[in-house]
């Protein structure tokens, strides 16, 4: 069995019209929600053999708190230029590459291509979850997906399933 967590970056800044899309910080709201995903984090049985994340700002600060509540030793972290914008296309690539001695991978990224992945993969589980996925995919959103595939090259759309999709209003709800 393999897993794959999918994290979109929080709510990030507009304010400095000086600031490149790629360098956009977190706001307030933002850092907010990613220390209380990464508190969601720590409460679930999935930790993570690998992190792969965007090397844009607010996904690096995003992922901040959450290896901080992952404690020691963290697992391996890759923060890679391919990531940025990435289409469902090159998600689902990259993913397939990952090596088969990892069995749970964190993706930090961006809208659209983790919402698509995120529809592509999940293939079954609780159907309120799949409908508030296919809904919308808003930012400091979390999907836990179980693959029955032995190895990443078989990652294939509908395969996985959807154990929980987690959004940050819903902690302040649960």
């Known amino acids: ?43 679930i049985d999935h930790r993570p053999d690998l992190v792969l994340c965007s090397t844009a700002m607010r996904t690096r600060q995003t992922l901040a708190p959450l290896v901080a509540r992952l404690g020691t030793p963290a697992p391996p972290i890759a923060l890679e230029d391919g990531l940025y914008l990435a289409p469902l296309e090159r998600l689902m690539a990259r993913l397939q590459s ?43 959103a979390l999907t836990v997906l179980r693959l029955p595939a032995k190895a990443w090259q078989d990652l294939a759309a509908g395969s996985g399933e959807l154990l929980d999709f987690v959004q940050p209003r819903d902690l302040t709800r649960r």
């Open 1 to 43: 069995m393999k897993a794959i967590l999918l994290l979109r970056h929080a709510k990030s800044a507009w304010s400095d019209p000086r600031l490149g899309d790629h360098d956009r910080p977190l706001n307030g709201r933002g850092e907010r929600a990613a220390k209380a995903m990464a508190d969601h984090f720590a409460q």
């Open 98 to 140: 990952v090596p088969e001695d990892v069995s749970t991978v964190l993706l930090v990224g961006h809208n659209d291509g983790i919402w698509q992945l995120a529809e592509t993969l999940a293939g079954r589980g609780p159907p309120a979850a799949i409908a508030a996925l296919r809904e919308k995919y808003p930012t400091g």
